[in-house]
T-cell receptor, first 115, second 113 residues
Framework: ETGVTQTPRHLVMGMTNKKSLKCEQH?????MYWYKQSAKKPLELMFV???????ENNSVPSRFSPECPNSSHLFLHLHTLQPEDSALYLC??????????????FGPGTRLTVT | AQSVTQLGSHVSVSEGALVLLRCNYS??????LFWYVQYPNQGLQLLLK??????LVKGINGFEAEFKKSETSFHLTKPSAHMSDAAEYFC???????????FGSGTRLLVRP
């Protein structure tokens, strides 16, 4: 595997379910990100981790719970979601957070549908 | 704070025609600028980035962009559109004081045969 991978690619869940999204980067990076991409809205940064430590929570509802056990893996735990949470969830990684010039590498995303 | 404005949510060109996608930024400190492309059902792929080394930046797939400080612009161009260029394109800005990438709302490029 190369780059940034995400599983599953598609997920349909009911509002009472609990599920998790997984992201893995094979680039040796130290910063990882979760974004939400909804139709007709700009990309929304949700969470940022640097060297496994959370550095940003962009006012995300508590029904989204991130976990970063090491610099290569990032999870997004989901529970009691709402239909408006249906979106494409993108994971990204970058070398680290010290310079704005470090580009972010994105995974293919998980298409989430909440019924 | 930084911001990005992409003029035109949809741009349509004929195959072989010039592609011009507009991006204007706002930043109180020297910016880093990026163009990303997103094909259907995929994540974002970096096309090119400006990091102050050269104002004309060449990227993948024949795309290039020119940083114009006086116009606060970073427009993306390609001399001749190909059908495979049909996708959504995002301009983004970051700085050394804020590592966060601030994205524009995107421009969907349609290529007519």
């Amino acid at each position: 595997e190369t780059g940034v991978t995400q599983t599953p690619r598609h997920l349909v869940m009911g509002m009472t379910n609990k599920k998790s999204l997984k992201c893995e980067q094979h680039l040796g990076h130290n910063a990882m990100y979760w974004y939400k991409q909804s139709a007709k809205k700009p990309l929304e940064l949700m969470f940022v981790y640097n060297f496994k430590e959370q550095t940003e929570n962009n006012s995300v509802p508590s029904r989204f719970s991130p976990e970063c056990p090491n610099s290569s893996h990032l999870f997004l735990h989901l529970h009691t979601l709402q239909p408006e949470d249906s979106a494409l969830y993108l994971c990204a990684s970058s070398q680290e957070l010290t310079r704005g010039s470090y580009e972010q590498y994105f995974g293919p995303g998980t298409r989430l549908t909440v019924t | 704070a930084q911001s990005v404005t992409q003029l035109g949510s949809h741009v349509s060109v004929s195959e072989g025609a010039l592609v011009l996608l507009r991006c204007n930024y706002s930043s109180s400190v020297p910016p880093y600028l990026f163009w990303y492309v997103q094909y259907p059902n995929q994540g974002l792929q970096l096309l090119l980035k400006y990091t102050s080394a050269a104002t004309l930046v060449k990227g993948i797939n024949g795309f290039e962009a020119e940083f114009k400080k006086s116009e606060t612009s970073f427009h993306l161009t390609k001399p001749s559109a190909h059908m495979s260029d049909a996708a959504e394109y995002f301009c983004a800005v970051s700085t050394d004081s804020s590592y966060k990438l601030i994205f524009g709302s995107g421009t969907r490029l349609l290529v007519r045969p």
